[in-house]
């Protein structure tokens, strides 16, 4: 399962992170997740539930921000948010646009307790 293995590289950073800063406990994880990253939220948040299991973050809150896809055009510079991959401009038709927002998958932020 492909979401499995990004969750698993999640805990890895998480992990590593809570120990470089001595941490006992992670508190809370803040995902940030494009639409259009490839992963599925569903999936993804089991995933998640089953990666924290028994490790340094098992009570930690799991917050996952979900980031809508925008496209820009060269065109005529409007900003829009794209139904599919051609990302076509609304505004003028044009072909020549690119992805503003929406493939990111990253950690936003890892809070830890440490005693
Ligand atoms: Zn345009």
Redesign the pocket.
């Known amino acids: 399962m492909h979401e499995l293995s990004i969750a698993m590289s999640i805990m890895e950073i998480v992990s590593a992170e809570a120990e470089a800063a001595g941490a006992d406990k992670v508190s809370r994880i803040e995902l940030e997740i494009g639409a259009w990253s490839g992963v599925e939220p569903d999936a993804i948040t089991l995933a998640m539930e089953e990666a924290v299991r028994g490790s340094i973050a098992s009570k930690a809150e799991l917050i996952f921000l979900w980031t809508k896809a925008m496209a820009g055009?060269e065109?005529?510079c409007?900003e829009f948010q794209p139904e599919d991959v051609f990302k076509i401009?609304p505004?003028?038709n044009?072909l020549n646009t690119h992805l503003l927002t929406g493939k990111e998958l990253k950690i936003k932020s890892i809070e830890v307790v440490t005693n």
Do not use: E, G, M
């Open positions: 055009c065109d005529c409007n401009c505004y003028c044009s």
